[in-house]
C-alpha cells in the first residue's frame, strides 16, 4: 500500500485547512473491549488509501472509539507506510470515559486524566505529537484552570500543537479560551440536513419553536468571529439520505440529492456535504464510513467548491424539514 498512498507534502491539511475530514470511529472492529486482527487492519488500511485518493489529509480520532483500537489500527497503517505520518494531520479527542469496572460512563477533563489519555493515544497511534486535540465533551465538574494548565503543559512539551472543543457552545469556549495562551482552533459539532438545530436556531427566534432547540444560539457567530473552524461530525445523516430513507421527507430529499448530483455531475454524497460547506461559517464535514467506495463518493466535496445556488440551498433545506420557514 505505501506506493497508494503516496501524498506530496503541499497535500497535508490542518484543522483549518482540508474541506473535509475523515473520521476513524469504523475502524479498529466491533465495539466490543477485545482485540483487533489483521483484517481490522486491512480494513483501516483500505479505508486511508480511499481518503486521501480523495484529497482528504486531516484524519480525526478519538481515544475512546473502539475502545481505543481505531487509533491502534491507525497506527498500525501508519507503520506499515513509512513517511505517511509527515503528509497528514492526525486529530485525536479525549474527556470521555466508557463505563466499565472504574465507574459508570462519565466525562472526565482533569488535568491528570488529560494527561494521560493523550499519553495512551500517542502509544497507539505510533506517533510523537498530535497535531490537533480536542475536549470531547464539557465536563461540569472539572477545574478549568487545571484543564487549561494540563494543555498547555502538553503543549510546551511538544505533544500536541494545537487544540480545539467538540460539543461546546460560545460561553464555554470562552471560558476555556481566556485561560490558554495559545488560540483554539476547532470546535466539532453534530451537523447535517438532518441535524439541522445549529441552522435553524438562527431562524426561529421569536418563534414559538425556538424554546425546543437545543443549539446554543450564537455559537457559530462566534467561531466564525474568532477564526474556530467548525466540523461536522454526523455529516452525511448516517446515510438517511442516500440510501436508508425512511420518512417521507427523507425519500423527498433523497430525490432532490440525486437530481442535484446528475445536474452537477457529482454525487449526493458530495451534494450532502456541499450543503454544509456553502454556510459561511466554513464549516468542514467529517465522514465516518469504512467504505472506500462511499469515502470516494465524497471526492468531489474534498476537491471542489461548493456548487449550490442561494436557491438550492434553501431548496434543500426545506425539503428536509418538510414544513415551510417561518
Given at each position: 500500500m505505501a506506493d497508494n498512498l503516496n501524498t506530496d507534502d503541499s497535500a497535508r491539511g490542518d484543522a483549518a485547512g482540508d474541506r473535509v475530514l475523515y473520521g476513524?470511529?469504523?475502524?479498529?472492529?466491533?465495539?466490543?473491549?477485545?482485540?483487533?486482527?489483521?483484517?481490522?487492519?486491512?480494513?483501516?488500511?483500505?479505508?486511508?488509501?480511499?481518503?486521501?485518493?480523495?484529497?482528504?489529509?486531516?484524519?480525526?480520532?478519538?481515544?475512546?472509539?473502539?475502545?481505543?483500537?481505531?487509533?491502534?489500527?491507525?497506527?498500525?497503517?501508519?507503520?506499515?507506510?513509512?513517511?505517511?505520518?509527515?503528509?497528514?494531520?492526525?486529530?485525536?479527542?479525549?474527556?470521555?470515559?466508557?463505563?466499565?469496572e472504574d465507574g459508570p460512563g462519565r466525562?472526565?477533563?482533569?488535568?491528570?486524566?488529560?494527561?494521560?489519555?493523550?499519553?495512551?493515544?500517542?502509544?497507539?497511534?505510533?506517533?510523537?505529537?498530535?497535531?490537533?486535540?480536542?475536549?470531547?465533551?464539557?465536563?461540569?465538574?472539572?477545574?478549568?484552570?487545571?484543564?487549561?494548565?494540563?494543555?498547555?503543559?502538553?503543549?510546551?512539551?511538544?505533544?500536541?500543537?494545537?487544540?480545539?472543543?467538540?460539543?461546546?457552545?460560545?460561553?464555554?469556549?470562552?471560558?476555556?479560551?481566556?485561560?490558554?495562551?495559545?488560540?483554539?482552533?476547532?470546535?466539532?459539532?453534530?451537523?447535517?440536513?438532518?441535524?439541522?438545530?445549529?441552522?435553524?436556531?438562527?431562524?426561529?427566534?421569536?418563534?414559538?419553536?425556538?424554546?425546543?432547540?437545543?443549539?446554543?444560539?450564537?455559537t457559530l457567530e462566534h467561531c466564525r468571529d474568532h477564526g474556530i473552524r467548525l466540523q461536522a461530525w454526523g455529516a452525511l445523516a448516517q446515510g438517511r439520505f442516500t440510501g436508508r430513507q425512511s420518512t417521507a421527507a427523507e425519500h423527498a430529499t433523497a430525490e432532490l440529492l440525486a437530481d442535484l448530483a446528475r445536474k452537477k455531475d457529482t454525487t449526493p454524497e458530495t451534494i450532502l456535504l456541499w450543503w454544509l460547506a456553502r454556510h459561511p461559517a466554513g464549516i468542514a464535514p467529517v465522514i465516518g464510513s469504512a467504505r472506500p467506495d462511499r469515502i470516494r463518493a465524497c471526492r468531489d466535496a474534498a476537491v471542489r467548491e461548493p456548487d449550490l445556488t442561494h436557491e438550492e440551498w434553501y431548496e434543500l433545506w426545506i425539503t428536509a424539514r418538510a414544513v415551510p420557514l417561518p
Open positions: 476513524c470511529m469504523g475502524l479498529g472492529g466491533s465495539w466490543e473491549p477485545d482485540p483487533y486482527g489483521p483484517d481490522d487492519i486491512d480494513v483501516a488500511e483500505a479505508a486511508v488509501e480511499a481518503a486521501l485518493d480523495s484529497g482528504i489529509t486531516t484524519f480525526d480520532h478519538a481515544d475512546i472509539y473502539r475502545h481505543g483500537k481505531a487509533e491502534a489500527v491507525f497506527g498500525e497503517v501508519l507503520a506499515r507506510t513509512p513517511g505517511l505520518r509527515e503528509r497528514i494531520t492526525l486529530q485525536t479527542k479525549c474527556g470521555i470515559r466508557l463505563g466499565g466525562y472526565d477533563l482533569r488535568g491528570p486524566s488529560i494527561v494521560r489519555r493523550v499519553e495512551e493515544s500517542l502509544t497507539r497511534l505510533r506517533t510523537d505529537v498530535i497535531d490537533v486535540l480536542l475536549l470531547h465533551r464539557p465536563d461540569p465538574l472539572a477545574d478549568p484552570d487545571e484543564t487549561a494548565g494540563a494543555l498547555m503543559s502538553l503543549h510546551r512539551q511538544g505533544l500536541v500543537r494545537s487544540f480545539g472543543v467538540s460539543n461546546m457552545g460560545a460561553p464555554q469556549i470562552t471560558a476555556l479560551q481566556a485561560r490558554l495562551d495559545v488560540p483554539l482552533v476547532a470546535n466539532q459539532l453534530e451537523m447535517s440536513l438532518h441535524s439541522r438545530d445549529w441552522v435553524e436556531a438562527g431562524v426561529l427566534l421569536n418563534t414559538p419553536a425556538y424554546a425546543s432547540n437545543g443549539f446554543p444560539f450564537g
